[in-house]
T-cell receptor, first 111, second 112 residues
Framework: RKEVEQDPGPFNVPEGATVAFNCTYS??????FFWYRQDCRKEPKLLMS???SGNEDGRFTAQLNRASQYISLLIRDSKLSDSATYLC????????????FGRGTSLIVHP | ETGVTQSPTHLIKTRGQQVTLRCSSQ?????VSWYQQALGQGPQFIFQ???????GRGNFPPRFSGLQFPNYSSELNVNALELDDSALYLC???????????FGPGTRLTVL
């Protein structure tokens, strides 16, 4: 089993739709969780951190489920500009810090 | 913009050569991480430097080495280049080892 797994998609949704991505992780000692957005041939950009209590930033909501070892990202009212690859990152203490990226989930929002 | 810069932006090398990539971290950040990203894959962690010391290393051979300078800028060196080393090399800076990371634009390396 991979350390961090994401459905590569693509998720093809119309404007205005709500879409959710999950990311599962295998290391139960993981402490830090993030979602990044990456546009084609560009660097990843931090979208949001994921806290135990969950967090929301406008149309984006991130949740952490430690019991089932996954994090989720919900995008409401999708915009064309949301089209990108969404990468989850999991990192843990207990030795060296080794952040592990998922391979990313591709989102295509169409008119 | 994140304030993280990388040079060069593109590089073409041949097998067996050596390459040095450079990264300037965001002002105030003391930690730099390096990643390799192949096409269609997520970034793979190479190593991290925190206050000039290596603070963690991914599953990369010793021919991948690095260092961090007192101003927290960093270099990634790759010896004996192989065709599979062709990828986008990203550096990311952060304040501390487990906080949010901010990426530079990357260096696209092609090995022929």
């Amino acid at each position: 089993r991979k350390e961090v797994e994401q459905d590569p998609g693509p998720f093809n949704v119309p404007e205005g739709a709500t879409v959710a991505f999950n990311c599962t992780y295998s290391n139960s000692a993981s402490q830090s969780f993030f979602w990044y957005r990456q546009d084609c041939r560009k660097e990843p950009k931090l979208l949001m951190s994921v806290y135990s209590s969950g967090n929301e930033d406008g149309r984006f909501t991130a949740q952490l489920n430690r019991a089932s070892q996954y994090i989720s990202l919900l995008i409401r009212d999708s915009k064309l500009s949301d089209s990108a690859t969404y990468l989850c990152v999991v990192a843990g203490r207990g030795g060296s810090y080794i952040p592990t990226f998922g391979r990313g989930t591709s989102l295509i929002v169409h008119p | 913009e994140t304030g993280v810069t990388q040079s060069p932006t593109h590089l073409i090398k041949t097998r067996g050569q050596q390459v040095t990539l450079r990264c300037s971290s965001q002002s105030g950040h003391n930690t730099v991480s390096w990643y390799q990203q192949a096409l269609g894959q997520g970034p793979q962690f190479i190593f991290q430097y925190y206050r000039e010391e290596e603070n963690g290393r991914g599953n990369f051979p010793p021919r991948f080495s690095g260092l961090q300078f007192p101003n927290y800028s960093s270099e990634l060196n790759v010896n004996a280049l192989e065709l599979d080393d062709s990828a986008l090399y990203l550096c990311a800076s952060s304040l501390g080892s487990d906080n949010e990371q901010f990426f530079g634009p990357g260096t696209r390396l092609t090995v022929l």
